[in-house]
């Protein structure tokens, strides 16, 4: 797959079919994630991969929870009827929130010593690039991490004592619905040049990169 596509067609993937991922494509998934920058070379990162059926069950219940409290908290009162993107969001979100004990794959990174994340995220991203380059549909979720931490870290055993910590959860699967280029606000709009508020004296109207490029 060309770079550019796989840049401009990686996006949220939240309903993916239930069908079973070959572990040659989760090995490449991860060896290409560990490639990824990390600050002083130190790696601090591990990666849980769950594919148990009883273990993504529970986990399932602990989206549920959080995707729960997100609603009742960082989500109260949000008015989504005002904005139809917003609202598309919220029902594939819903959807993995129903559905979640169906998807085939979740890849669980844990990190220490990163408290900005700068060495997982792109890790993650690395991750999700090769997903994409193999037609496998991913989202990045962190309200397990946010939520229900000490649950998830007992479900699959990690030492929370040392010093790891949930970084996201990324649900994996074949995507029911089709890549594309996702709308944005123009590159002009939310950049500034030398200083904040200097506005470019260019415009980009139009995605640089195209399925018919």
Not at 17 to 37: C, F, G, K, S, Y
Not at 39 to 48: D, I, L, P, S
């Amino acid at each position: 797959m060309d770079l550019y596509e796989a840049l401009y067609t990686t996006r949220a993937m939240r309903r993916v079919a239930p069908d079973p991922i070959p572990v040659e494509a989760i090995t490449l998934m991860l060896d290409a994630a560990i490639r990824a920058p990390s600050g002083t070379n130190a790696q601090n990162w591990r990666w849980v991969v769950v594919t148990d059926k009883p273990t993504i069950a529970a986990l399932a219940d602990l989206y549920r929870e959080a995707w729960r409290v997100l609603n009742e908290t960082v989500y109260a009162g949000a008015d989504r009827s005002a904005n139809p993107q917003m609202q598309r969001v919220f029902n594939s979100s819903q959807w993995l929130a129903d559905n979640f004990q169906d998807v085939p794959l979740v890849v669980m990174p844990f990190h220490r010593n990163d408290p900005s994340g700068a060495s997982i995220y792109p890790a993650v991203w690395n991750l999700m690039l090769a997903a994409r380059g193999q037609g496998i549909g991913t989202t990045l979720t962190t309200i397990l991490g946010a939520f229900r931490n000490q649950q998830v870290a007992e479900l699959v055993g990690v030492p929370l004592d040392k010093g790891w910590s949930n970084a996201a959860a990324i649900p994996c699967g074949y995507p029911l619905g089709r890549w594309g280029v996702a709308a944005r606000r123009p590159v002009e709009e939310v950049v500034y040049v030398n200083r904040w508020g200097e506005e470019p004296g260019w415009t980009v109207p139009e995605p640089m990169w195209s399925s018919e490029s």
